[in-house]
């Protein structure tokens, strides 16, 4: 069986969309930075450990991710632009099922 490649578009500040195809299995935040998208710096390259990767998902698809671990709500109580669909990119690994994923980019960090 083949596997589908999962489509992610990132919303820019500008208001743009950036579609990038998604491996499974690679952490948003990878995908963000192997693709150039402005606005995510992710500082600690992904270990949870400073929120500077924190994008909000559109709220049809918040419900259909992986529930937010402690330790990344902890973090997420610190950003600027907090909202109720924050996540850190970092913590959201790819699945094929996320084909059409969108997430905007907060203006804080670009």
């Not at 195809?21 to 992710?42: F, Q």
């Not at 450990?49 to 709220?59: F, G």
Request: charged share 20%.
């Amino acid at each position: 069986m083949a596997h589908k490649t999962p489509s992610i578009h990132f919303e820019l500040t500008d208001g743009s969309l950036r579609t990038v195809p998604a491996k499974a299995g690679v952490s948003l935040m990878r995908h963000a930075l192997d693709n150039g998208i402005p606005g995510i710096p992710a500082d600690c390259g992904g270990d949870c450990a400073c929120a500077t990767c924190h994008v909000h998902v559109d709220p049809g698809w918040f419900s259909q991710l992986p529930e937010t671990t402690q330790q990344e709500g902890d973090l997420l109580d610190i950003v600027d632009d907090l909202c109720d669909v924050s996540r850190l990119s970092c913590q959201i690994v790819v699945t094929e099922d996320m084909d059409g994923l969108t997430v905007k980019i907060p203006e804080f960090y670009v």
